[in-house]
């Protein structure tokens, strides 16, 4: 009988997030009340101007005291009471401050005229601009309140008209020491014109103790109708007392400023004497001093403020250079691409004589069943003539077998399948390199199909001796059928394909300063890799760390569009993160491998000042800052002008578009596609935010990252183009059957 070990409850572990991980969301988490801080504090502030009369009814309920009564409203007790202002008694009021330019210049006149007036204070201005609420003390005015991001507390909760009144108060405890029980609500107007709601909100903010001061007299400086306007409209009328409205704040207030300095002189002549609201109805003096404790809280929140707009006023000019430095690349690139796409396509353009010496075409293998009988047929339908050497890799799913199947089946010449023990995609390259017969190499991914053509186009650059590597065109092929993600995620990548990878690809063409020939299709001189060293396992993108190699001997490497393949494209989220993670943190690791490349000189400093600061500044540093995009395209639509937020960013989008409309025209390819880029930006564009910086955190912190095995789905069989071009003939003998030849690592 057979024996059964009896299972063993293991204690379920406690899995901790790491250390990365909590740094990162601590940061962002720090950032984002920042960024609200921030936010809150530059809301932008509208004038005070009631623009529509007060709709029929809405003054019912309000008890004739208010409506009928002055502008000062005390709703603390049960019964909320309003007073008038006496005869020739004048309190000057200024709404929407402090403001940097226009405070200083009101205080001035009020100063040489020697009267008092009463600031109600905006408290997202006052937050970032305390020393003003100091100078208005200093002048013998008062501070209140006017809430502190400048909403309609008649629309606003009990909850909002709380927050706001209390935030205030602490900037202008903080900033003074003092407190203030003087209220001013935004858009509000004259007593009579109170409406139930606006009472309600009144009523809330007395129970925390305030007292609520309209006016009676509008300047109507808002409108800037001039001086001659300001200071009719601010003369009560028939010797009556009143508060007059002005504003410090909120646009330019130079009228207002000319007209205070011909008002006052104009009233002391007729009698009026000038006083805050509070003295001339006989309530307390506003201002009072408030405990150390209280003063401690505000000036925290003052230093918040401070923190937050140094923060945002930083990120903001880096990214206007980032914004420039991007938009100067972009048009760069594509100038530079045109002229290397008109260049290549010129009537008579030549690499020098017809290329018409057999290839060897290297596929390293490992787990490629789905896709490895598609390439290898594609491989053999070549116009040009091939030896085909398959690499399998260890492979545990039968990739090896199939070939050999297809090979049996079909009786498909020059194909020989070479089985090894699993030593990575580098060890076998250079299998397939010390196995091939031919001086020209070309290098294909298992996930890729070749057009007849292909292999042809590749090869013809190796005309020109100078010549050493030769980059193919690699396109996105399909997606998993009936998957709405996947097939997004294929569109995405045809897209970053053919706007990044080809576009960039043709600009170091001319610079000739090419770090990539992509795995999926890529061409060499023998000679020119066994003098590399062959393909070296040193970085995860062993296709850059050979390109460089071969850049930095002397060869020069270029890019031939119309040698296209098809590759297979991560199907899901998950796989993209893989696949570019891998990417991301190899080309670093061969950036690092050869940056001693910028201090060279000749071929050498070409790539190391050209192709690798291009690398580090474009695809590693600036993307890292990149996201700025995104954080303040929210910011603004919270906290600025949304309207102009959208439009800047339509603007930018509207040049990726357009860029968008060159490259796939260079390409030749269809421009329906192109509809999805703005969800590309706000979508996969983020992912690739997110796997950069997992690599740059991943690569400081030394961490050895391993190969990244990503899923096939097969389905390239729709990309292949029959007949072969070797066809057998019915009469001819057999051909013969493809070499196997095993090699143990073991």
Known sequence: MARHRTAVTQPRRRVLPRPAVVFVAVALMLFSCLLVVDGLARSQVGVDAVAEDTAPGATDGVPAAITDGGPVIDARGATPASARMPAKTISLTFDDGPDPTWTPRVLEVLRRHQVPATFFVVGSNAARHPELLRDIRAAGSEVGLHTFTHPDLSQASDLRIDRELTETQLVIEGALGESSYLLRPPYSSTADAVTADALRSFTAAGRDGYVTVLSDTDSRD?????????????????????????????????????????????????????????????????????????????????????????????????????????????????????????????????????????????????????????????????????????????????????????????????????????????????????????????????????????????????????????????????????????????????????????????????????????????????????????????????DTDLTMAVCRSGWRVVYEDSARAWTEAPATLPQL????????????????????AVLESGASGRLGRAGLAHLAVFQVLLPLLAPLVDIFLVYGLLFL??????????????????????????????????????????????????????SVVTAVGGIRLGWQKLRRVGGLEVHLQEPAVFPTPPDAPEAPRSRLVVLSRR
């Open 577 to 596: 993160w893989r696949q570019r993670y891998r990417w991301s943190y190899g080309t670093m690791q061969s950036m690092w491998k050869h940056r001693r």
């Open 641 to 694: 002008d949304p309207v102009t937020t959208l439009v800047a960013w339509s603007t930018v989008l509207g040049l990726q578009l357009a860029a968008g409309v060159i490259a796939f025209r260079l390409e030749r390819e269809p421009l329906g596609v192109l509809w999805l880029l703005p969800l590309k930006q706000i979508v996969y564009r983020q992912l690739m935010y997110a796997v950069l910086i997992r």
């Open 222 to 542: 808002w409108e800037r109708p001039g001086v001659e306007a300001i200071v009719r409209n601010s003369v009560p009328a028939n010797g009556a007392g009143g508060i007059v409205l002005l504003h410090d704040g909120g646009g330019d207030r130079s009228q207002t400023v000319a007209a205070l300095d011909r008002l006052i002189p104009q009233l002391q002549a007729q009698g009026y004497r000038f006083v805050t609201p509070e003295v001339a109805v006989g309530l307390p003096a506003d201002n009072r001093p408030v405990s150390t404790a209280d003063q401690l809280a505000g000036s925290t929140l003052i230093g918040l403020v401070a923190v937050a707009g140094v923060v945002v006023d930083a990120l903001t000019w880096l990214l206007v250079v980032v914004g420039v430095l991007v938009v100067l690349r972009l048009v760069l690139m594509l100038v530079v691409a045109v002229r290397h796409h008109r260049e290549r396509h010129r009537p008579g353009f030549s690499w020098g004589p017809p290329v018409t010496a057999p290839v060897s075409v290297i596929v390293p293998a490992y787990n490629e069943k789905e896709n490895i009988a598609a390439t290898v047929r594609s491989l053999v339908a070549s116009e040009h003539p091939v030896e085909v050497i398959v690499v399998d890799d260890g492979s545990t799913d039968g990739t090896a077998e199939i070939v050999e199947a297809v090979v049996s089946d079909q009786r498909l010449p020059r194909v020989r399948v070479i089985r090894q023990a699993n030593g990575g995609k580098p060890a076998a390259l250079n299998t397939g390199i010390a196995a091939a017969r031919h001086e020209l190499i070309v290098m294909i991914d298992g996930d890729t199909v070749f057009e007849p053509t292909t292999v042809g186009r590749l090869v013809q650059p190796f005309a020109d001796p100078a010549v050493g590597a030769v980059a193919g065109n690699a396109k996105v092929a399909g997606q998993a059928p009936g998957k709405i993600w996947s097939g997004l995620l294929a569109r995405w990548q045809h897209i970053e394909y053919v706007m990044g990878f080809n576009v960039d690809r043709r600009v170091y063409d001319v610079l000739r300063c090419m770090p990539t020939v992509p795995g999926a299709i890529g061409a060499f001189r023998r000679r020119v890799l066994l003098a590399a060293g062959g393909v070296s396992d040193d970085t995860l993108a062993e």
